[in-house]
Nanobody, 129 residues
Framework: QVQLVASGGGLVQPGGSLRLSCAAS????????IGWFRQAPGKEREGVSG????????HYADSVKGRFTLSRNNAKNTVYLQMNSLKPEDTAVYYC??????????????????????WGQGTQVTVSS
């Protein structure tokens, strides 16, 4: 059974940092694309970062570029989202997602939620003083 479990959210002051984790079970991450998404109250789900396993590229939304970093630990079957210089507008529920890419299947839009078919539960991130 494919399962993703996100953790690491919390309350942080502006300018602070958090690291989110997404632990995968029931499959190995090697041939999977991974995405991080967020959704704030009253807003649409937004792609934050996406990893395309076909060409091993990582993509970021302009709003987080230079502040957030997606990384993978294949030995632990876990993906991380390091978030630095957090702003109040980063407040949202954050989700991780995965999609099997197989051989030669690249993602058309690594930040598009519709690309992914396995989703973890969300973890709340609140940036406030």
């Amino acid at each position: 059974q494919v399962q993703l479990v996100a953790s690491g959210g919390g309350l942080v002051q502006p300018g602070g940092s958090l690291r989110l984790s997404c632990a995968a079970s029931g499959f190995t991450l090697d041939d999977y694309g991974i995405g991080w998404f967020r959704q704030a109250p009253g807003k649409e789900r937004e792609g934050v970062s996406g990893f395309d396993s076909h060409d091993a590229t990582t993509h970021y939304a302009d709003s987080v570029k230079g502040r957030f970093t997606l990384s993978r630990n294949n030995a632990k079957n876990t993906v991380y989202l390091q978030m630095n210089s957090l702003k109040p507008e980063d407040t949202a529920v954050y989700y991780c997602a995965a999609v099997y890419q197989g051989a030669g299947l690249g993602l058309k839009d690594p930040l598009g939620w519709y690309e992914y078919d396995h989703w973890g539960q969300g973890t709340q991130v609140t940036v406030s003083s």
